[in-house]
Each structure stands twice: as structure tokens, then as C-alpha cells.
């Protein structure tokens, strides 16, 4: 019995230290963390990837929010929500600046995490060229049937013996499960 004490007690305090270790972490500013320079919020959240060219497009996650939708804000691209968990994306805007790290706001029913993108010096790649494709010949439809065929998809005499053989036997079974069901009044 004391050991069940001694055990719980130990557990208490370990839950103790665990939860007062991400404010203890933070320092100065309380929300940040000190690995990531993020904000330690209750929910999950990133942008992918973390450079990113002006006019390229970043994929927007978040997980555990309570509520059905984050919303995503920046001050290099439209407002993007994500619901249900689902992932979103966003494109930077083309005249954002080459170098300057801009801040991603996830809003969680009104809990705030941020986040960096950099914006890298290179260009946006160049839209791909569109090429049209040559028109296809319309389908012809399928083969039924093998009246007058003769090439190596046709039966042979062996495969119509064995399917002659098989609807014989079918019949004949069928033949004596009447007979004896007739002999015994219908029951089995």
C-alpha cells in the first residue's frame, strides 16, 4: 500500500515539472520558444518550406486546433483557412522582398502561433509551357462472341468438351436433387 503512495506521489510531481517546463524554457518571452523562435501554442502549425522564391507557393498545416478551421495570416499573401485539419497552400506574393523574413500568423479560436518565411533571392520559376495534346482516334469497342474467329483467342475443341461436360453434370445434379426431394414429401 505504500508503495501505491509513494508511486503516485512520484507521478504527481514528474506531471508537475513537465507542465511548468515549457514556461520555464521560454524566458523572457513567454510564448517563445527558444529552439524554433516560434510561439508555444496548444496546436500544431508549420509552413513548408521555410524559403521560398517571390511568387512561389508554400504549403500551410495545422493540427489539434479544437475548432473546424485555422485561419492563416501574412502580410505576403492572401488570408488562407484550413479546415477539418486539411493541409492549404498560399503564393507569395511576386513583389515581396528578396532576402526579408516576413512572419505567418495561425490563428486557433483567437490563440495565436507565429512562424518565419524567407523569402530567397532567386526568381519565381517560369510557368510551364502548355503543349496540346494531338487528338486520340476514338475506341472501337469490344469483341463479343467467337462465331468465326480463328486467331489464338478462339476456344479450342478441348475447352468446349470440358464447358459441355460441366453444363451436363450441373443438369444431372439437378435432376436427381428434384427426384429425391419428390420422394421425400419436400423436405430436405
Sequence with gaps: MRAIRTASAALLVTAAVA?????????DDPGADPGTGRNITSFGFSV???TVAPGGTVTLTSDGCEVSSVTVTSGIFDTVTLTEGRPGTATVDIDAKAGAEYEIAFDCKGERGTTTLTVDHGTAPPPAPVTPHPP????KGVKAGF?????SDALGAA???AGGVLIAAAAGTAVVLTRRRGRTGGRP
Design 19 to 27: 507542465l511548468s517546463a515549457p514556461a520555464a524554457l521560454a524566458g
Design 48 to 50: 513548408t518550406p521555410r
Design 136 to 139: 486520340q482516334p476514338p475506341h
Design 147 to 151: 462465331g468465326g474467329s480463328t486467331g
Design 159 to 161: 475447352e468446349l468438351a
